[in-house]
Every structure is written in C-alpha cells, then in structure tokens.
C-alpha cells in the first residue's frame, strides 16, 4: 500500500502532545516524532499493513507503545472511550448475541461520557434492546438506572427481556418493574424499596412517574434515565421538572433554567422595539446582562450537580412550551421530531373512475393485503360503511376505523386477521397520524380526492379551511391587495404552527357559535374572523368569481343560493399515505399511494400543493406503473422490517444503519440540511450546536467549521530565515506550515500564531482550535467523518485540513460532494461518498502558497515605497487594477458630442452630427428639422435565449441590472446556496442537468404551457453545473410558501435576497425556453445631409423566452418609408464616447481573459476597493481609480512587470488547472514560484 506523502506541518496538533506533525503522521493515526521516534513508527506502519490490523487494533498498538516509552499523554483520548466501550460491546454480545451496531456504538460512547442526548433513529435500530443493556452494564457498575416506557405492555416485555439477560449472564442486580395487576402486597413491598432506594434499575410508564413522584420517587437520584417515546412523557409537561429533579436538579434550579428561557424569549421582542425607543433599548442591556450572569450560574450548577444521563428517544410530535426547554439549558441537548415528508413513496391516480367503490376493489385484489382506505370528509361516514359492505360481500376483510368506533380493529389488522382499514381522511383522524405499523401497512387508497368543502357560512369558518382560500385567493389578486392577503396569511400561519391542536379548535368552535374568547386566543380568533371575512368579500366579486371559474386548481359553485368552495386537503394527504412508507433499520421503505380521481379540478390543485411540499414527488397513472415490481418492492422491505423487528438480521443487512459526523462550513447549511430529516436534535457542546438527524441509512450529526480552520502560519521565525513567509524548504520539497485562524474580538481581523492581533494589537481573539477539539470529540463517538465542505479546490482543502488533523480520532474518511443543498442532493451524495482528491488539495496548496508570497513580497515592497503599512499588492489584483487605470485614461480622452433627439417614437443618440457655428446653433436648426424615413430593410430573426448564469455573468448583470456589487452579489448568493434556493454559485459552468430541465418544465409547462418548453442542457460533461434554482418556483412563489411556513429557511430572507433569486429564476427559465422570433430592420434616416442608421426590432412575432427575460435590444415604433419624424427635442451632453467599468465589467473581463477564478473574482475588486486603490461612483457605480492606486499601479508594473503581468498571471492560473488534471507536479509549480519570490526578496 502507498504509504502518504508529507505536504504539510501542522502546528499544535499531535494527538499526543499537541505539539506540531507532518500530515503524514496524521493519516497514518500516528503522533509526533518527539512522541514516538521513526524507527518506532516504522515498525509500527509495517504491522499495520502486514498483519491488516483494523484501524482501532493499530491505535491501540500505538498507545500501548507510547505507554511503554513513557510518552503517553493525550492519546488515551484517541483510544479510552473503545476501551471503555469494549466491556459494554461484550456484554451486549452475550445479552442478544451480536455486538452493538454502529449507532448503538455512539449512544454507548456518550453514555459512557456522561452526556445526555435525544435518540434519532429508525425502527428498528434497536433503541429499547440498547436502554435494557445499557442499564444492566451500569446497574453492574453501581449506578440507578430508571426506563420509563409509553405503555404497560411495554413495561412488561421490557422486564421480562432485561430478568431473562440477567439471569442467562448471571447479573445480580435488583430489578422492580410496576407491571398492571400487581398483587398489593407486592405493589407495597415494591413502594418500600423504590422509597428506601432499595434496587438498581426501576421500569415503569411515564403516567406512573406523574402519579407516584411526589409519594415515591421525589428524593431519589437516579445516574441514567432511559425515556423510551418523549411524547407519551411530555403529555404531563411536569414530567420534564420530575425527570430533572430525579437526575440531581432541584426545584430551585428548575425556576432558574425557567427564568433564563423566558429572559431569551424576550430578546428578539426588545431587539424589534429597541431601534425606536431608548427605553426598550436600556432594557434590552439589562437582560443580555441577567442572561449572561443566568448562564454563569446554571453553569456553576451544573458542574456542582453533575447531573445523571437522560437519553431521550425520538418524538414523532413536535415537542412545545417553556419546559421542553430546559433540557437545553441544563442538559445541553433538544429532543427533536421525524418528518412526514422523508417519504419513498410511488404516488398513483386512477383517473375517471365511474364507480368508486369498485375502483377501490380493483386496486385492493391488485395489491392484496395491508391497506388503509381513506373517504374523503364530504363522502362522510355512511359512505365508509358502505365501503366496508361493498369489499366484505366481495372477501376483503375489512372495517371502519373511527373515533366513536374504536375497538379491535388496529390489533386485528396487525394479526392479519384484517385486510383493510377504512377510515375518514382527516388531519387529526386516527388512520391518518396514529398508526406506525411499517411491517404491515403496504399502501393506501383514496376513494376520491381528500378535500375541504364547505359553504361560506361562519359555522363552516375552520382556521384551516380560512387559510387554505386564502392561499388559493392570493393568486388572483394583485398590488397591495395581494399584500394584505400575504400578510394575513402569514400571521394565521404561524398561530397554527405555534398552538396545540386542543386550542385550534377551541377558536375553530368560537368562530362557528359566534362566541368571543379572550386574552391572546381572543386576538387569534379576530385575526381568523377577519380573514374569513376577507375571503367572504373576495368571493363576492366578480372578477374573482370569473378567474376561479377558469382556475384547474380550486372547485367554486353555486347551491341553493349558497357559494360552495371544495379545495384539496394536501396536509391530510402528505400524513396520510405517510403511513405507507416509514423510516427503518434498512432505508425508508417502499410505499405506494392510490388516489381515485372523483374531482379532476380538485386532483389538479393537489398535485400542485404536494409539489410545493415535497420537491420530488412524481405522480403517475396506474397504467404507466410496473406493479408487479413495485410489489416487489413493498413487501421485500416489509420482510426485512419484520426479520429486524424479530431480531433475525439477514446477514447482508447487519449494522446497515451508520453513525457519521458531517463537516460543512456554515452553521445556516448544517441547519438546511439538517431540516430535510425533520425537526433535528441539537447538542450543545461548548458554544457550538451539533444537529443531529436519521436519513434511513445514517444517524448523522452535523456540525459547522466556520470556513476555514487552518492557514499558513505568521509566526514570525518561519517569515524568512527558517522559512519564507510560513513554508519550509526541507531537502528538496516545499512544506507549507499551517496553524490554527484566530480572529480579534475588538477589530475582527484574521491571523495565525500570534499571540496578538497585528493589526489592533488587542490580545482578546477566538481561537478556532476550538472548533477542531470538539470536531475531533463528536468524531471519536461516531464511526465515519464525512466531509461535505464546497464543491470545489478551496471546499477540498478545508475538507482536507480538517480531514488530516481528525484522522486519529476516526475510523473512517469519506468526502461527499452536492452542487445544491437539497434533499435530493443530498441523499444522493450520501449514497456516493469518496475519497478526498489529493490533486485538488495540492491546487489548493499551491494557490495559497502563491498569494501568500507573491502577496507579501510585493505588499512589502509598496508599503516600504509609500510608507504606509497597510497597502497591499497581488499578482492578479495588479493586472485587474492596470484595466480599470487604462479603461479611465480612455474615458478621459475620449471626449464628445452627443445629441439626444426625441423623435416621434424614438429617440436617437448621436456623436457624428456636424456642429455649425455653436452648439446652441445646432440644437436650434435640429428643433426645427424633421427625419424622413429613407429606407426601411425588414428581415426575419430568430432570438436564442442567453445561458443560464455562472459566477461572472450573475455579477455582471447583478451590477448593471440591480446595481449590486460584486461582492455583495456573492455574499446573497452564498445565503441563497446555503439555504437549497439555488445551485453553487462559484461555477464556470452553463451545464444543466437532467435535474434542472426537470425543474424547468415543470414551471414552464403550468405558467405557459408545453409548446414554449424547449430543454436544453448548454454545457456538456462535469460535475458543475450553472447557477439555478433548485424549485420551480419564482419569487412571488417562494415567498408566499416561506410566509405560510410550507418553505422553512433557516435565516429570513432580504429584499435584496429576493432580488437577486429572480434574476437567477429568469434568466435560467427563459435558458430552457423556444427562441423568440422577430422582424428586424435597418432602417435609414436622413435630415438634410446628415444620414443615421439604426436596427433594430420592429415586431417580436413569437415572443418565446422574452416572456420570462426581455430581449437587451432597440425596439423601433411603426415606420413607413418617406414617413416624416418631427423633432419633439434636443440635448446636449459632452461626454466620453465610453463607460467607465462596473464591478461586473471588471469580472468579466477577468473571465474572458483567464485571471482569477468565480471564487476569487468578487474578492480581488473588492480588495482594490477596501485598498482604497479604487473607488466606485455614487450614482452610477463606476470604477474610478485613485492616485495612490494609480502611484502603486505604474511603481508595481514598472519595478515588477514580470511577476504582475497579465500573461504571467495567466499562465499560472494554467498551471494550478494543470495539477488539478494531474498534468503537472504541484512541487515543481511551487519551486518556479520560489525563485520568483526569492528574487524580489533579494
């Protein structure tokens, strides 16, 4: 095997002593030389290879070497939590005869640690099996354990299973379990003992918790607490305060962890009212102080306490109020929840079924048993009944599901004795959100489509019935008026998010019986009232009533009298077939969903709604599905569920769940992606938040690195002497020396090893070795590291970095690599993970080194010109600086005059017409003249859209369409790519994918039809892509689905945000679009002796893509030859006949001619411009350059033309794309630059 080659040192990061270690050592889990000398790790390495030891099986050899030499310090921490977890592996082995699986192995490292965390996991993972032997291994170490469990039931198998392990090991521990039934002498005896802290491990429901604390429990502290289903805990919200309290916290605590939530609460309340008011702003300070002090407290407490361990498992609700939070402020972790759209579901529609009833039996013989059947609420009740006769006189067994008829029929359909159950397809019905049957439910039927409908009356008056008009009416109304609606909509929204559904109703019940409630539900109740009000007004209009008629999505009609409204109910539906398909030890399981078409208006507005939801959603006719396969499919993963279920593992599937550690730079990308799993658990370990998720295949947690953790060191030694500017010449090769970025608390600037800032000399700095201790601490708990940093040579060298200073602590490296942050993108990143790209990484390694010492040694030779420290130089800033001094020395010179003659229609812009006499002269005889339509030369033209955007041509038309600047443009961008709105922006790329164009046609196809889609993919081959969208949703659209909570960004976006995704929308939707087709003309004018010819576009025939983005052209009025033009005016302007550049001019020229790249291209201007070598014009934001940057231009390109030519900067940026093809070897680009530098230096 290819042992690593050393590229580079990195300071203070020996796994041993934290000393400095070539990467080398790194990879190969070894320390420092000073820790362990070459000729021991040499032997080492080679018993690692020949004896094909495993990575933890050579860690351990490397610490019992490091003990032996007496040089053991820090890299226990690298192996203890495996020795530790060594004796809990074996344990659990001869418990249930296999050793713990890969997330078991992380839950058991943290418990292990002391930390108290929430269990996100499928079913099947063995959550339960892991609490009953995690209490018995610490009940055997002398700690408490508590299990309390949702259900009775579940107390007794959970007994029966932990009494039959402990007597197979012989454990010798003292079980109580309050099992229903218990005798009462038994149940006394039991009271004694749990009162006098007579026992090891205690097992009961979370309802006896709430009943028996303050009788039994209150006084005792438990060292771990397993709560198996939050939900069934969090029903009695008290729970939260008996769970605390039992694991050492007292009342006292509790009220501070309270006071400290309803402190931060009201921080982003006074932050609102703070900028209007100095009162508010006062009081503002004084709580940021309180929390500050609170946190101080809480956490002198907890250090005080040291609390036992709660594990929490997964909610399937959304857990609310004040006391959910206290986990986070005293236990450091939030319980999250599971998402309903995570989804592997094939969504099928039987259109223009005649009969329902026996379309439904068609498809329940087709797919057999396991079926939920759901009736829409308009068929009502009697129709599910009828639907139960007409299947059970045909043999399907089958019966109704209801909340007044509720019996056997859930646990008859588990034992098979049912084939089918019908139930109403409601929101809150309890086919629909109360069953998780993954091993026995295979798909679901919809007899007609599910559905509000109602008529406009104030009994009918649900808050989600208003809402969802509303949203639909929003569509058909414009200006401000569309405004209110958004604004209402928005406000309802977040009430429905923010209120249980027990109140919901209670205002539901309030509006009907025309009933006023007061306090806050009193001002959510007006809120609804007027909304319903609202709707009742738009309905009445008749131009509304006309564009509803014509509407393919919404059902209004007219009975008796009365206006009837039916829209599709698509939350029902998501929840609903979401029973098919669950999330399990193996992925997420097929389903499939049936959906008989009783409405095909209706159908088509839930179509629509479920694209918005789920962006991958593929609906298709029952003719086109393969259901043999698809059958295939359903129950070869309803077999697996129930072999993993009953604990007979198919040998290929062993361990198939994963835990990994995701690295990205941003928190807001680790909060987007983490969101496409459901609402995340979160960790907090020092100031850091850690996300965690189940994907089916991963437990994963997902953590920021804040960009970059490393950078060429400043320490003063290695600046020249030892080294040049941070990089080592050791024999022959070139080694950078990295450490640790700190970056100043006082004025923000960035800087390596030294020990204060350079610039502001404040020895108050963050160290980001922070970030990488507890990187390498979430890293020992988990069995992979993946990388998943940007898409590109900078994202691959960050990846690295971490990657290299990581690799002791881990087992196993992979690099993902998405181009946008969705879902889909994502999963599929994660079912390709490799290896990262060492080519890249050197690229990278020499792109650094170049801007470091070319970039240093000319900055020093200006600052020592000019004698000002704070000027700066750099090989492509240079060349890029000279264009804009040369553009500006032609517009100077380049003086004229212009007239601007209005004309009947047109206006013309002339520089050639002779002047007699004076201006003044000409403009008069000009007013008085008239242009006369020489000739007119019509032709037809085909117009092909532009291509989509890459990074230079959004920052060009960002700066002269919405006058950004180019680093303004990158800094929304980069939100828009964080947040899944659209692909990387850094690109040079137009290729679209088969993904894009599927995007395309979907908005292309409902807003204009099929006939104007034409895809076309632009660029061929490559990973990158253009910049677009990842929805097919313009800006109108996405804010409306971000105010209604459907999209849910994990930053709000700006109005400038906004204005840039549109710019993207278009310009990539009119890229899929037919050309548009036009009558040109060249068209020649005369007045008097003077001629001007001028085309442009007389008609546009077809207007093709100019629908979504106008044609850049002149467009000409109606013009007959020997027609006459008067003129309306005249002006006179002396001006350059050229522009001055603009920020987006600027890049792409540096585009065209190869300097810089889209990573770069927005920092270099920039750069000149916080160097205050240029500076940009108020009003129309043009590039003016200074006279120091001009005095640096002409001192750099005159003392140091070779080094800062454009050619030569050029050729490098050749180069460095010659080492990422593996044409050139990175060491010999570096040994050019070396005497490059060496002769500046000299």
Known sequence: MKLPTVRAIFRRACPNCGGEITDERLWLMLPCERCLPPDEAEKLVKLYYSSKLTPLEFKLEVFRKLKELGNLKDYRKVVELDILLKELDELFEKAIGSKLWSAQRTWAK??????????????????????????????????????????????????????????????????????????????????????????????????????????????????????????????????????????????????????????????????????????????????????????????????????????????????????????????????????????????????????????????IKLFGTGALVFVPLDKGVAFAEKVKEYLVSNGIRADVVTATKKKDQIERFIAGELDVLIGMATYYGLLVRGLDLPQRIRYAVFVGVPKFRFFLDITEAQPFRIVSLLTDLRDYVEGKEKEEVDRIVGLMMRYLRELPPSRIQEISEAISKRTKLSGRLGKVQELFEYGFRKVQELLKREDIRKKLIESPYILVEEVEDKLRVTVPDVMTYIQASGRTSRMFAGGISKGASIVIVDNPKVFEGLVRKTRWFIEDISWKPIEEVNVKKLIEEIDRDRDLIRKIMEGKIPKEYYDPVKSALLIVESPSKARTIASFFGRPSIRRIGRYAVYEVSTGRYVLSIMASGGHIFDLTMDPELMKGKGLYGVLLIGDRFIPVYDTIRRCRVCGEQFVSLDECPYCKSKDYFDKAEILDIIRSIAREVDILLIGTDPDTEGEKIGWDIATVVRPFTNEIRRIEFHEITKRAITNALLSPRDISERLVESQIVRRIEDRWIGFALSEKVQKKFGRRTLSAGRVQTPVLGWIIQRYNEYRKDIRDFFYIDLEGLQLIVDDYPIKESVKKTIEELKESVFVVESIEEYEAEITPPAPFTTDQLLYEASNRLGMSASQAMMLAQDLFELGLITYHRTDSTRVSSVGRMIAHEYIKEKYGEELFQGREWGKGGAHECIRPTRPFDSDKLSQLIREGILRTTKPLTYNHYRLYELIFRRFMASQMKPAKVIRAKVKLRCKDYVKEIDGIFKIEYKGFSLEYPIQDLMLPPLKEGQELKVLNVRHVKRPSITLYSQGEVVELMRKRRIGRPSTYAKIVSTLIERRYVTESKKRKRLIPTKLGIEVYDYLSREYKDLVSEDRTRLLEELMDAIEEGLKDYQDVIRQLYLEVTDIID
């Open 110 to 363: 943290r418990v292990l640690e002391g930390r108290s965390f929430a269990i996100i996991a499928p079913t099947g993972v063995g959550k339960t099996m892991f609490g009953i032997v995690a209490s018995l291994y610490l009940a055997l170490k002398g700690k408490r354990c508590y299990m309390v469990l949702p259900t009775s039931l579940l107390v007794k198998q959970v007994y029966e299973r932990m009494r039959t392990i402990a007597e197979k090991l012989k454990i010798d521990v003292n079980i109580i379990a309050y099992l229903s039934g218990l005798s009462k002498s038994v149940r006394k005896e039991y009271d004694e003992k749990v009162k006098q802290g007579d026992f090891n491990i205690l097992i009961t429901t979370s309802q006896f918790l709430a009943r028996n604390f303050d009788s039994l429990l209150k006084g005792l502290r438990f060292d771990f607490i397993f709560v198996d289903d939050v939900d069934a805990l969090l029903k009695s919200s008290r729970n939260i305060d008996r769970v605390l309290m039992l694991l050492g916290f007292t009342e006292e605590h509790i009220q501070l962890g309270l006071e400290l939530i309803r402190l931060k609460r009201r921080v982003p309340y006074l932050l609102t009212l703070a900028k209007k008011s100095e009162e508010y702003a006062k009081e503002l300070e004084e709580v940021r102080n309180k929390i500050v002090v609170l946190k101080d407290k809480l956490k002198s407490i907890i250090d005080e306490v040291k609390p036992g361990v709660l594990i929490v498992s997964s909610a399937t609700g959304r857990p609310r109020g004040l006391r959910v939070r206290l986990f986070r402020e005293l236990l450091n972790f939030e319980a999250g929840s599971r998402s309903e759209l995570i989804r592997n579901i094939q969504d099928i529609y039987v259109p223009g079924a005649k009969d329902l009833l026996k379309a439904t039996l068609d498809i």
